[in-house]
């Protein structure tokens, strides 16, 4: 490898993985038309949406465990997958085989990968140890957080000034503050904001939100990510999900530029436009001037749909190695997998290893 020159809870295991794998964007599409037969099919869409939404929230996030005579059905299916995405820990010496001779770029995802999975968002830290790994890894190698966090909130968790920062799911891009390794890299300012013409909407979409929703639906928490918004329902009771859900489409609707998609025990508010983490970590390797070499070795982990656009591009260029963090099956285009956020510092820290010895 070359030195670069410039609580996950047993409730989200993936019981229904092939639910959880769908996709569903709000609103859905206008059907239009203004009979009654037309009219009769929408109301069946917007229940089959609704149904569908439920479905999804449930399964990306059950909280039963399988029931004893599915035990066995479920750890022969965790055998199969571990043989599609082995332990990235269990098969290092190979990646890093793989990764000889080219250059590594690191992309980390935050909650769920650096930071265990807690319930309230705003105490979701990360240790020291897993600090100090990110730092060794960064001293080494371009390395960049990439998170549906704003940008500020996940620099005031990780505070290493020397990494890149893709904010609002790779919606707000800024480059390292500070370099260690004095590359001249000191003072990059924003890189990319491809989303700021909806800033006035999303601001006005949380303000109706926070006042449709914490009023009236329990445990509800509105996050603010600056170009994009969380809607937490973890702390919220099930029976209470569909009252949720309807709060967030009814704010919607007066929202036609922002769509609905959904991670771990949240609903995320984001502009209709063609970002995501696999634009973002395209961006990055372009800007890192890495964008048409095939000596590139880029490694992504994360542990939530949405790096799944980053995996997907890392499929695509044949490049690399996206790496799931999941202790359980989750349909995924990750080639690997680590279990949970203290695997990923072990396997951060062997990076910093293999590259100095
Ligand atoms: O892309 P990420 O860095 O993984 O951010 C995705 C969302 O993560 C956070 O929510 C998740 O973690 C919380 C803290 O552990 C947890 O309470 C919540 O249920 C999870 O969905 C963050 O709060 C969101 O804003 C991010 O979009």
Known sequence: MTKHGVVLGPEDAVVAAAAAARHFSFPPPRTGGDSCRKLAAQVDLGAAVMVSWLDSMKASSPRHRLMAPLAGAADAEHDDWMERHPSALDRFDALAAAAKGKQVAVFLDYDGTLSPIVEDPDRAVMTDEMREAVRGVAARFPTAIVSGRCRDKVFGFVRLAELYYAGSHGMDIRGPTADPNHHGKEGKSVLCQPASEFLPVIEEAYGALVERMEASIPGAKVENNKFCLSVHFRCVEEAAWGALFEQVRAVLKDYPGLRLTQG?????????????????????????????????????????????????????????????????????????????????????RRLVDASTT
Do not use: C, H, N
Not at 297 to 304: S, T
């Open 264 to 348: 771990r025990k949240v609903l995320e508010v984001r502009p209709m436009i063609k970002w995501d983490k696999g634009k973002a970590l395209e961006f990055l390797l372009d800007s890192l001037g890495y964008a048409e070499r095939s000596d590139v070795f880029p490694i992504y982990i994360g542990d939530d749909r949405t790096d799944e656009d980053a995996f997907k591009v890392l499929r695509s260029r044949g490049q690399g190695a996206g790496i799931l963090v999941s202790k359980f099956p989750k349909e995924t285009s990750a080639s690997f997998s680590l279990r949970e956020p203290a695997e990923v510092r072990d396997f951060l």
